[in-house]
């Protein structure tokens, strides 16, 4: 699997997974989703992805080259603070 190519494919898990977890009485909201970070290395693909919806969600892909396998986590961000050195 090529650069774009897993990372259009992360894009429609992450869109897929987002309505599929929206409020069943909303109506579907537009909203992007865009990675964040990625990274290839030997056969294997890693990538960060987060959508313009204001639900603090984020999201990693990784793909395993030598099986074939490609694995979703979902997060939720609970909190970001500054802390002094």
Known sequence: MGSKEFIEKCKEIVKKYEIE????????????VFDVWYCKTLQNHKA???TTLFNGMYYECTYN?????????????????CINL
Request: glycine share 4%; net charge negative.
């Open 21 to 32: 977890h929206l409020d069943k009485s909303d109506n579907i909201p537009e909203f992007e």
């Open 65 to 81: 080259g030598d099986k074939k396998e490609l694995y979703f986590d979902a997060y939720k961000k609970f909190e970001n603070r």
């Open 48 to 50: 960060l992805l987060s």
